[in-house]
């Protein structure tokens, strides 16, 4: 069994005191529910995260597979979901040789725990994830959530964005495209109590310029990427999480230019042929009439 949800929604405008306030709830974060009850492997991708994920024992050890690009930037995160004991959560990623490529692991103390890495893979494939428990000792319920750093849904710069942090270790990957030779402050406030907004952005060549975060103490906090040099014209790409993955709940996102012009002009391409096909109609028209 397996659930989706795909947001599509877009461009919601609201009045505070006077003065339009547009707000995106916008994009397409595709998220899916995968049910991990039954014997695996179990297939996942992009955007999946397990419900009823459980290592029946210590002795237990989950797989789970999917299919990758090469050039591909994916983060893994599992978080335990029963404390007291609680797994310590253990994750392999091997290659389509069996070869281990990147572990790590989190040590739970008889509380929540979560572990993860990003990590670029190299060719196209199929990996293979492995879940179990440090020292095969605790049995426990945990969730696992596979997604890759993509342009699915774009932030407009001096535009409000809401959406949210939907189950433990999600990350929403949005984008926005900027010019180069500018800077961006972009500022995130999480609408949930106890949600610590973790933001990070990629400039276009992958490499990490920016990675904050609050602490919510239970309440809401906002965090800030401070004033950014975006060296590179391209597109920027913005992960935003919770520390720890073990929170849910709404944020909103504001990407500013601070510094120069970072709008990228739209290209001209669309208008012009806009302009050639009226000229062909009325063209046609003309003819029609004589
Ligand atoms: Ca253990
Ligand atoms: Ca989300
Ligand atoms: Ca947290």
Not at 14 to 25: A, F, N
Not at 59 to 88: C, E, H, M, N, Q
Not at 200 to 218: H, L, M, N, R, Y
Request: aromatic share 6%; charged share 15%.
């Amino acid at each position: 069994m397996s659930s989706s949800l795909m947001r599509k929604a877009c461009g919601v405008v609201g009045m505070l005191g006077g003065m339009t306030i547009s707000s995106q709830v916008c994009g397409a974060i595709a998220e899916h529910a995968v049910d991990a009850g039954g014997s695996g492997p179990i297939q996942i991708k992009y955007g999946d995260h397990t419900i009823n994920g459980a290592l029946a024992s210590g002795l237990d050890v989950d797989t789970y597979t999917f299919s990758a690009a090469a050039g591909d930037k994916i983060r893994i995160t599992v978080s335990d979901l029963i404390p007291a004991p609680g797994l310590d959560a253990a994750i392999q990623l091997l290659d389509k040789n069996g070869t281990l490529l990147q572990s790590s692991f989190c040590a739970s103390g008889g509380g929540l725990c979560s572990t993860g890495f990003d990590r670029a893979l190299l060719s196209t494939e199929t990996y293979t994830i492995n879940i179990s428990d440090v020292n095969s000792d605790n049995a426990g319920e945990y969730l696992l959530n596979l997604d890759a750093r993509s342009n699915s849904s774009e932030v407009k710069f001096k535009t409000l964005y809401d959406d949210s942090v939907n189950h433990q270790g999600d990350v929403d990957f949005l984008f926005f495209k900027a010019q180069g030779n500018t800077k961006a402050r972009l500022n995130l406030a999480s609408l949930s109590n106890n949600l610590d907004a973790h933001l990070e952005v990629w400039d276009p060549s992958g490499k990490s310029i920016s990675d904050t975060f609050c602490a919510s103490g239970g309440g809401k906090c906002i965090t800030t990427s401070n004033d950014i040099p975006l060296t590179l014209t391209g597109i920027y790409i913005v992960g935003i999480s919770d520390v720890n993955a073990d929170n849910i709940g709404g944020y909103r996102l504001q990407v500013n230019c601070v510094f120069g012009t970072c709008v990228v002009p739209e290209p001209q391409v669309n208008a012009i042929i806009l302009v050639g096909l009226v000229f062909a109609l009325l063209a046609g028209w003309r003819r029609r009439l004589r």
